[in-house]
């Protein structure tokens, strides 16, 4: 590389539970800088969580963690050419990555659910991810079965 690596930005933790991995979700989750609006579509969909599952002891916030655990791939697939033919190579996945596409593929399949407002689709995620299913659980499987089904080609990566 010519260039230096950028310095990584720090996040500041959340104002209600003071959790760094909180503010990088809402700032996952927001639109155009309206981050109070983000802070308050999470929290609205953290309470409904927590009256969606009333006789779980664990708290909304530790339902949500369980649910992002859930839908966190270990393996992708990445295209690599080898004398022109294309394969496609399975190889872990940094661990500030695996985060970055769990709360993605969380909210990508919580805005494409059917539901009144945003905060609404984003518990039924949540909740979905919670019980390991759902669209952002099956994306997770999907990756891993991708990876499963090209380990063959495993030693291409470098």
Known sequence: MRKAKPKKRQVLPDPVFGDVRVAKFV???????KKSIAFEIFYTALD???SKLPNEEM?????????LENVTPQVEVKSRRVGGATFQVPTEIRPDRKESISMKNLILY????????????????IVDAFNEQGGAFKRKEDMHKMAEANRAFAHFRF
């Not at 708290?59 to 649910?67: F, N």
């Not at 919580?110 to 995620?125: H, N, P």
């Open 59 to 67: 708290t909304a916030l530790e339902i949500w963690k369980k649910a």
């Open 48 to 50: 409904t969580v927590k």
């Open 110 to 125: 919580a805005r494409k659910r059917g539901g009144k407002t945003m905060a609404d689709k984003l518990a039924a995620e």
């Open 27 to 33: 700032n996952h989750l927001m639109y155009d800088g």
